[in-house]
């Protein structure tokens, strides 16, 4: 479980991440 839970974490960081900058720049070039 703690195996599943490292490869989950960074890879929904990173998801999160994603989306926040991409609404910045979809806002920022509206």
Not at 13 to 27: H, P, R, S
Request: charged share 0%; aromatic share 10%; with cysteine.
């Amino acid at each position: 479980m703690n195996t599943f839970q490292w490869c989950v974490v960074p890879v929904s960081i990173i998801c999160v991440g994603a989306l926040i900058l991409t609404t910045l720049i979809v806002v920022g070039a509206w």
